[in-house]
């Protein structure tokens, strides 16, 4: 079983040695826009390519958008 653990780039910075020290087999960071820096009013930028480079879990970076539709 892979376990995984995920958060929003405004809260990854705070939270991810928690997800990190659970044991999961990779990390999500999960937002509709995903930039290489998460830029926040109310804290110091969070800048991707550096954090990624220092996880010793794969990570992926992104999400979707939308409406969810039923298809019938």
Known sequence: MVVSG???PQRTQEFYQT???AGVDMFVIRG???SAEHVSSQ???L???EFIYEL???VIVGGA???PRLCT
Do not use: Q
Request: aromatic share 0%; net charge negative; proline share 10%.
């Open 6 to 8: 995920s958060l929003t």
């Open 19 to 21: 997800v990190v020290d």
């Open 32 to 34: 509709t826009t995903v």
């Open 43 to 45: 804290a110091d930028p």
């Open 47 to 49: 800048n991707l390519k």
């Open 56 to 58: 010793d879990v794969p």
């Open 65 to 67: 958008a939308g409406t």
